[in-house]
């Protein structure tokens, strides 16, 4: 006999307690600028962890963490921005409002690797190792911050009758779909997604670290870029808020781009065996390439 899960117990359905975490006054503290903030920070101190495992002096993670910060969140706004152009252009003060949500990880990842290239060639060190010592501190980051989209009931995906479902408010949900109140909680989906690349990347990072995988300089950023972008690919499927280009969800046509380099870069490196090109060949505590 086939089990209907939709008898089953409403335990795990979500309900947004709302978009602010505390309010004092005339101050607002918004659980979305909370949990990028707590991302950040969580972050910064697991790179600086690994960079000291991988006997990189840990004072370059620090630096290059304001260069990320300074250029990935308004590279974020800025891409989500421009693709929601027809809107905010009849709304430019909203523009600036970024504690309401409205922010792409694709758009930060950009800014995110300009800024890197950049500081790696200032700093005379090798973009591909900051990118392995990173990588696993922004999946996790990811992590943390898709549970902004969840308090600012954003994100969400089509309608659904699971025990999980995600309950909508009236204002939030798509005029089309007004007359649903459950909806895919596609931000658990991804958050849950995120953690499982995050537990596969640390695992090859002290797998190569004790030397039982011949982990090879670039390895972490590329499974990290597949891996996520896999995911994201499938979970872009569900969403009814995508950032479109004509027909195509934006979101899905570069994680196939995602997949593509990453899975051609870790050919590169194993089946080809050759080494990546990095920026700066040297690495100032590197212990050369693996």
Do not use: C
């Not at 620090?62 to 706004?77: C, F, G, K, N, Y």
């Not at 900051?130 to 911050?145: F, K, M, R, T």
């Not at 009758?161 to 408010?169: G, H, M």
């Not at 280009?245 to 990453?262: D, E, K, N, W, Y």
Request: charged fraction near 15%; glycine fraction near 8%.
């Amino acid at each position: 006999m086939a089990l209907d899960i939709s008898t089953l117990p409403l335990a795990f359905q979500f309900t947004s307690p709302g978009p602010i975490l505390v309010k004092i006054g005339p101050l607002t503290i918004r659980w979305y600028g909370f949990l990028i903030a707590t991302a950040v920070l969580i972050g910064v101190t697991l790179s600086q962890f690994l960079a000291k495992r991988r006997n990189v002096n840990p004072e370059l993670i620090s630096d290059l963490s304001i260069w990320l910060v300074i250029a990935a969140i308004p590279a974020a706004r800025l891409y989500y921005v421009l693709f929601q152009w027809s809107e905010y252009v009849q709304h430019p003060e909203r523009i600036i409002a970024i504690w309401q949500g409205g922010i792409a990880i694709h758009g930060a990842i950009i800014g995110g690797v300009i800024a890197a290239l950049l500081f790696a060639r200032m700093k005379q060190i090798s973009f591909w190792q900051l990118a392995d010592l990173v990588s696993p501190s922004l999946i996790l980051g990811q992590a943390i911050g898709r549970w902004g989209n969840f308090f600012n009931s954003e994100a969400f995906g089509r309608p659904t009758n699971l025990p999980w479902k995600l309950y909508i408010p009236p204002e939030h949900r798509p005029p089309e779909l007004a007359n649903f109140e459950y909806f895919h909680p596609t931000f658990l989906y991804e958050s849950l997604w995120d953690v499982m690349v995050f537990a596969l990347l640390i695992t090859l990072f002290f797998r190569g670290l004790s030397g039982k995988l011949a982990l090879k300089t670039g390895t972490l950023s590329l499974v990290y870029l597949a891996a996520y972008s896999l995911g994201r690919l499938w979970i872009e499927g569900l969403r009814t808020d995508s950032l479109m280009l004509g027909v195509l969800r934006i979101a899905q046509v570069v994680s196939l781009l995602g997949i593509g380099f990453g899975l051609a870069g870790l050919a590169w490196l194993y089946v080809a065996k050759r080494p990546l090109p990095d920026v700066i060949s040297t690495l100032q505590g590197d212990q050369h390439r693996r």
